[in-house]
């Protein structure tokens, strides 16, 4: 049985995580400049709250899941069935899958923008980094039985997606706050 879970636990998660990452980008403005350290800390903060909201059973007592009872593999019927999600977005798992890797994709081309020569370089780097954090999300999902969570290729996708249109948006607001101007003295 896992100790911890529900929709409570993850918004605990969410909000130290991001008490951490303000005193991180507070700490580190005035060093690299306030849209680096923002989008650093921002960057980290999503990663965490994706963390919470994909590791930490959805039901705050989930019970007891058998080793028999489990998938062997991940499901690869992509664009198959999905739970509805949670009461928070009503377009379902696949809406809430995508949208929360956008702010990722976003502030991964802000960070990246920092250097402006390098951009072409870093954010199809941090893109596969995404792509792969995802991954690895849900192979945890698949070992570890016990958070009842399901291991599936669709999630993948719609991730990978998310990170897609946050990296056009990122574009967008890299070029209207334009953090390769930002440099320290």
Avoid: K
């Avoid at 921002?42 to 058998?66: D, F, H, K, M, Y």
């Avoid at 890797?101 to 596969?128: E, M, Q, T, Y």
Wanted: net charge neutral; with cysteine; proline share 5%.
């Amino acid at each position: 049985m896992f100790p911890v879970g529900g929709i409570e636990v993850m918004l605990v998660g969410a909000v130290l995580s991001g008490l951490v990452c303000l005193v991180l980008g507070g700490l580190l403005g005035p060093r690299v400049g306030w849209i680096t350290a923002w989008s650093l800390a921002g960057l980290l903060w999503s990663l965490a709250v994706i963390a919470c909201l994909t590791l930490i059973p959805a039901e705050a007592n989930p019970g007891v899941v058998s080793a028999e009872s489990r998938m062997d593999t991940c499901s690869w019927d992509i664009g198959g069935p999905a739970p509805d999600g949670f009461w928070i977005f009503s377009g379902g798992q696949r809406l809430l899958n995508t949208v929360a890797f956008v702010p990722s994709g976003a502030l991964l081309v802000l960070l990246a923008s920092r250097w402006r020569a390098a951009v072409v370089i870093l954010v199809p780097i941090g893109l596969a980094l995404l792509a792969a954090y995802s991954a690895a999300i849900e192979r945890t999902q698949l070992e570890l039985a016990r958070i009842d969570r399901a291991c599936d290729v669709t999630d993948v996708v719609d991730n990978v997606t998310g990170a897609v249109l946050g990296v056009l948006l990122g574009g967008v607001l890299a070029l209207v706050l334009r953090p390769w101007r930002a440099r320290i003295a």
